[in-house]
T-cell receptor, first 114, second 112 residues
Framework: EPEVTQTPSHQVTQMGQEVILRCVPISNHLYFYWYRQILGQKVEFLVS????????KSEIFDDQFSVERPDGSNFTLKIRSTKLEDSAMYFCASGTEYSNQPQHFGDGTRLSIL | GESVGLHLPTLSVQEGDNSIINCAYSNSASDYFIWYKQESGKGPQFIID?????DKRQGQRVTVLLNKTVKHLSLQIAATQPGDSAVYFCAENRGSQGNLIFGKGTKLSVKP
């Protein structure tokens, strides 16, 4: 069964450094998402992406965040200058439709900011 | 506020019993709902979904019930097994928006 894959599984970064989280969505999916989950809390939406542009973004997704689909398979989340509060699990998801269809999630990247 | 929430943070059941996990939502514009299962160290795994034009949907050992009158969603797991132990999240999709709004999660523990 096709799945969303994310790398790395764990990223440790010094505060203020840039980090790039990588995702390979399911191949025939057109809609891509990033979510985050702070330890012990619920999953929170960050951004959705379709046709090479952002469709929606939450208040969390400020100027420090950016997304990119650099080629036909990868989807990346960049945090320009990391803060301690960026420590969380970051999940990539993809779907066949914008709404009313399930989104399929990867197993996440655990980001630890020191 | 407008959010998806859960009544119980933890649920402990005996192996073989049925489990019922509940979820409340407050936005009547929500028209699509999903239940996800999250095991430790993994991402949310799709279990079952339901659209707002339905009251009930069944899958393999799972049933989702939607009560639009009281804005309530439930997940029923029949003959609960140890492998069902996980955190279960409900999520809603609001109208034309693509993002999912997640509830806080219920941790299901299955006792052998």
């Amino acid at each position: 069964e096709p799945e969303v894959t994310q790398t790395p599984s764990h990223q440790v970064t010094q505060m203020g450094q840039e980090v790039i989280l990588r995702c390979v969505p399911i191949s025939n999916h057109l809609y891509f998402y990033w979510y985050r989950q702070i330890l012990g809390q619920k999953v929170e939406f960050l951004v959705s992406f379709y046709n090479n542009e952002i469709s929606e973004k939450s208040e969390i997704f400020d100027d420090q965040f950016s997304v990119e689909r650099p080629d036909g398979s990868n989807f990346t989340l960049k945090i320009r200058s990391t803060k301690l509060e960026d420590s969380a699990m970051y999940f990539c998801a993809s779907g066949t439709e914008y709404s009313n269809q399930p989104q399929h999630f990867g197993d996440g990247t655990r980001l630890s900011i020191l | 506020g407008e959010s998806v929430g859960l009544h119980l943070p933890t649920l402990s059941v005996q192996e073989g019993d049925n489990s019922i996990i509940n979820c409340a939502y407050s936005n009547s514009a929500s028209d699509y709902f999903i239940w996800y299962k999250q095991e430790s160290g993994k991402g949310p795994q799709f279990i079952i979904d339901i659209r707002s034009n339905m009251d009930k949907r069944q899958g393999q050992r799972v049933t989702v019930l939607l009560n639009k009158t009281v804005k309530h969603l439930s997940l029923q797991i029949a003959a609960t097994q140890p492998g069902d132990s996980a955190v279960y999240f409900c999520a809603e999709n609001r109208g034309s928006q693509g993002n999912l709004i997640f509830g806080k999660g219920t941790k299901l523990s299955v006792k052998p």
